[in-house]
């Protein structure tokens, strides 16, 4: 009888033991042609009983299967429809299944293990309702990254995208600022900086700064678009920077993740997400606190950000979602350094009451619905509510010592809102099938800047003095766009393809206010105030035209070209801002020109992955800066129109897992090597300022390098990255000396190593990151106003640390 018992305890306890062993079934799923990965595609098992949808990477997930044999069926509208057969046999299994798009004629293929993560790769030929084909794209994956992404650290999260010039004057990624190709890195302001596909600028027109940066942390991809990307998202030399935040998880209703990062000089950081999908809803939200003293003194900040993705699937069809996000933070300024002090100490400040503080709301509607596979449109209603602050003591002689005078006070409050529709329809034409997109914009700025003088305090107090003479400029500029634009994309025999597109504009730009001049004594009193009424409206229309080509001779290798027509309005707000140090040219004009792109680059990018481009950039009417003498033989800048400005050059990136390449049975173990380099050369061919024909473009380095090493084995990876920028200008005369306000002036060559390391275990993650280790002292920027004026260092040797738990 006791055998009996035991013999049936042992029997009932195994067999429970084999039903309740329950594993998991994950994995990814991308494209065939570019490894790139495909959101919102459906995975379900089997007789679809299961079912789940792909997340921002791309990635899907099914919990508690018992082992057996599965089919996994995937369902895209812009892919072909793939089916794969495994096996679940007592463990986890993790698989990548490759798609092919609808307008490729390849087989489709289903690769069954971890492939190598770069955390960079392209954009496909049509995606996110959007047409890229034949022009040069990034897409960068920041989750795959082994960076510092609490500080969003540019020069790490941008080193795969070649030739961008990044200004580097603060260690808290409160502000991006990145340009290319000789374009002024300035707060981003010549690319059309987006969130999800819709503009978060102050004022795409009147004032297209970006002081608003999203957290890396939370972003799924940052895309990048260089100058041809003018027909789609508007007329800027510069292209597209689109960050596109994560999704919602598809297979759970509630994730959890929470970072807490800490660092030198104070830093300490923490974002908090959650996430999760009931039924038809689905949440994304995260919050972000920041905080710091900084590498310099009177460098202190904080920093909150806020958003909130909610989507509801109406039908199969039809998704409907909304956006808000909200920023404001505060940040001392430490001011900027001539070039003696710079040498003689970089960490000194000599300001301690210059503040700047920045409030940022942005709300936003889409609408997605798909007719059927070769029909769908989508519709963005976006606004803005914010405003920028800058306050502080900045003389033209940046030695200076503080005086405890008023202090210089800027006000900008921006409201904003516009909406843009879009409609991508897939037909056969000649037997072939070709894309079709169109679409129109309407956009509705509105910027109200007053500048004045502020208290005498050394506080934050953002307030104007109370007497008739404390505002100097009040202006109120209202813009108004009406933009439409297509794009087509033909393909003629299987390998060749021609993109043709047009984008029609009309801006109408006002200035309602007045501007004034204010004398003072020798003991600083004010003596004189005269004011200026002024009224101004430029209205204008025009048509840009672009050509886009793409050949492929092989299905691993991309030749590609495109010719875009480009466009910069000018500004009445940057007309307006008085600055002690510079003048304004009253008959300032917009600038035009084309840009240019011919190259070859790789499709598979799952072991290898490469890009060789030759530009040129034809900039008439560049605006920039030069150096002349006043009447009492005072050394002034004089902001217009330079002349025309070519910049040509070879931007070239590679990168490979050599170790995988050496060993590709071995999934565990990846080492990735990286080349990034922009050959650049730049010239003014044409100017009628004496001595400025033949000088070489401001903010163009002749050699911008950055090259590193990945290395990792199973859950543990560590990289390596070294930068090197060669000299640069800072103005059109290649001054070399920055004299007294040291806002123009030679920016010397500087290379800079960073290297980070990452562990994954279990729930938990571990991130390090030393910046800058050799500690080297260099900068990147010569401000010509607010945060300096003068030289602004660069941060130096820093140390951070980051622990990461997923519930």
């Known amino acids: 009888m006791t055998k009996f018992l035991v013999f049936s305890f042992l029997a009932i306890w195994l067999s429970s033991s084999a039903v309740l062993a329950q594993f998991q079934l994950s994995g990814k799923v991308q494209a065939l042609t570019d490894s790139v990965a495909v959101t919102g595609c459906t995975v379900y098992l089997n007789n679809g009983k299961r079912s789940t949808v792909t997340d921002s990477l791309g990635q899907f997930r099914f919990l508690n299967l018992p082992s057996g044999r599965y089919v996994i069926h995937t369902s895209h509208p812009e892919f072909k429809a793939a089916s794969v057969t495994t096996n679940l046999a007592d463990r986890d299994l993790n698989i990548v299944v490759m798609l092919l798009s609808r307008t490729e004629t390849l087989s489709e293929v289903v690769v069954t293990d971890q492939q190598s993560d770069f955390g960079f790769t392209r954009m496909r030929g049509v995606e996110s309702m959007g047409i890229y084909e034949g022009k040069k794209s990034e897409v960068i994956i920041p989750e795959q990254l082994v960076a510092n992404l609490s500080t969003n650290n540019a020069r790490q999260i941008y080193a795969r995208v070649a030739g961008l010039n990044i200004w580097e004057n603060e260690g808290a990624g409160l502000q991006l600022s990145i340009g290319g190709r000789g374009l002024d890195p300035n707060r981003t302001s010549n690319f059309n900086v987006r969130q999800n596909g819709y503009d978060i600028s102050a004022d795409a027109l009147g004032y297209p700064e970006s002081y608003y940066t999203p957290p890396v942390e939370g972003v799924g991809r940052i895309q990048v678009v260089r100058g041809a990307a003018s027909l789609q998202y508007g007329t800027q030399f510069g292209g597209l920077l689109n960050f596109v935040m994560k999704k919602p998880v598809a297979d759970q209703k509630i994730e959890l993740i929470a970072r807490q990062t800490v660092g030198s000089f104070g830093f300490y950081n923490a974002f908090t997400s959650l996430s999760g999908t009931v039924g038809k809803l689905s949440y994304y939200t995260f919050f972000q606190y920041k905080q710091g003293n900084g590498w310099r003194p009177n460098s202190h900040f904080t920093n909150y950000t806020a958003y909130a993705d909610v989507d509801y699937r109406v039908s199969e069809k039809t998704t409907l979602g909304i956006d808000l996000t909200q920023m404001s933070y505060l940040a001392q300024q430490p001011g900027g350094l001539t070039d003696e002090m710079f040498r003689q100490n970089a960490r000194q400040s000599n300001r301690e009451r210059n503040w700047f503080k920045v409030n940022w709301t942005m709300p936003a509607l889409h609408l997605d619905h798909k007719f059927n596979s070769g029909n769908e449109v989508n519709l963005r209603l976006f606004g803005l509510s914010a405003y920028r602050y800058s306050l502080g003591f900045r003389p033209n002689r940046v030695a200076s010592?503080?005086?405890?005078?008023?202090?210089?006070?800027?006000?900008?409050?921006?409201?904003?809102?516009?909406?843009?529709?879009?409609?991508?329809?897939?037909?056969?034409?000649?037997?072939?099938?070709?894309?079709?997109?169109?679409?129109?914009?309407?956009?509705?700025?509105?910027?109200?800047?007053?500048?004045?003088?502020?208290?005498?305090?050394?506080?934050?107090?953002?307030?104007?003095?109370?007497?008739?003479?404390?505002?100097?400029?009040?202006?109120?500029?209202?813009?108004?766009?009406?933009?439409?634009?297509?794009?087509?994309?033909?393909?003629?025999?299987?390998?060749?393809?021609?993109?043709?597109?047009?984008?029609?504009?009309?801006?109408?730009?006002?200035?309602?206010?007045?501007?004034?001049?204010?004398?003072?004594?020798?003991?600083?009193?004010?003596?004189?105030?005269?004011?200026?009424?002024?009224?101004?409206?430029?209205?204008?229309?025009?048509?840009?035209?672009?050509?886009?080509?793409?050949?492929?001779?092989?299905?691993?290798?991309?030749?590609?070209?495109?010719?875009?027509?480009?466009?910069?309005?000018?500004?009445?707000?940057?007309?307006?801002?008085?600055?002690?140090?510079?003048?304004?040219?009253?008959?300032?004009?917009?600038?035009?020109?084309?840009?240019?792109?011919?190259g070859v680059r790789s499709v598979q990018t799952t072991l290898y992955s490469f890009d060789v481009s030759a530009f040129l950039l034809n900039y008439n009417n560049r605006i920039g800066e030069v150096q002349f003498y006043d009447e009492n033989d005072r050394v002034l800048r004089r902001r217009g129109n330079i002349g025309q400005a070519i910049i040509m050059g070879v931007e070239s990136y590679a990168e490979g897992d050599l170790l995988?390449?050496?060993?590709?049975?071995?999934?565990?173990?990846?080492?990735?090597?990286?080349?990034?380099?922009?050959?650049?050369?730049?010239?003014?061919?044409?100017?009628?300022?004496?001595?400025?024909?033949?000088?070489?473009?401001?903010?163009?380095?002749?050699?911008?390098?950055?090259?590193?090493?990945?290395?990792?084995?199973?859950?543990?990876?560590?990289?390596f990255q070294y930068t090197y920028l060669s000299d640069q200008f800072s103005d059109a005369t290649n001054a070399r000396e920055g004299g007294v306000s040291a806002v123009i002036g030679l920016i010397p060559a500087y290379a800079i190593m960073d290297a980070s390391v990452s562990y994954q275990f279990r729930r938990f993650r571990l991130e390090s990151s030393l910046n800058n280790l050799a500690d080297r002292v260099y900068f990147t920027r010569r401000a010509t106003g607010y945060p300096g004026p003068g030289i602004l260092p660069s941060d130096g040797r820093s140390v951070y640390v980051t622990l990461q738990v997923k519930l």
């Open 660 to 719: 995988r390449m050496a060993n590709p049975l071995n999934t565990n173990l990846s080492g990735v090597v990286f080349a990034n380099v922009a050959l650049i050369h730049s010239t003014y061919q044409a100017s009628e300022i004496p001595g400025v024909a033949g000088k070489q473009v401001e903010f163009v380095p002749n050699v911008n390098l950055k090259s590193g090493v990945r290395l990792g084995y199973k859950n543990l990876k560590a990289s």
């Open 401 to 598: 010592v503080d005086d405890n005078s008023e202090r210089d006070l800027i006000k900008g409050d921006f409201t904003n809102w516009g909406a843009e529709a879009r409609y991508l329809k897939r037909y056969n034409l000649g037997g072939k099938q070709s894309v079709l997109l169109v679409g129109s914009r309407y956009y509705h700025g509105f910027n109200h800047s007053i500048q004045g003088l502020g208290s005498t305090g050394k506080d934050a107090n953002f307030n104007f003095i109370d007497t008739d003479q404390a505002i100097s400029s009040d202006y109120r500029f209202p813009n108004r766009n009406v933009s439409a634009f297509a794009e087509n994309i033909l393909y003629v025999g299987d390998k060749l393809s021609i993109t043709p597109g047009l984008r029609y504009e009309y801006i109408y730009t006002t200035a309602n206010g007045f501007y004034g001049t204010i004398t003072r004594d020798l003991a600083g009193n004010i003596i004189n105030a005269t004011r200026t009424n002024e009224f101004r409206t430029n209205g204008r229309q025009f048509v840009l035209g672009g050509l886009g080509i793409s050949y492929k001779p092989t299905p691993w290798l991309d030749i590609y070209g495109n010719l875009s027509q480009n466009y910069r309005s000018i500004t009445f707000s940057d007309m307006r801002i008085a600055n002690p140090s510079s003048v304004i040219d009253p008959n300032l004009q917009d600038e035009k020109g084309y840009s240019l792109d011919l």
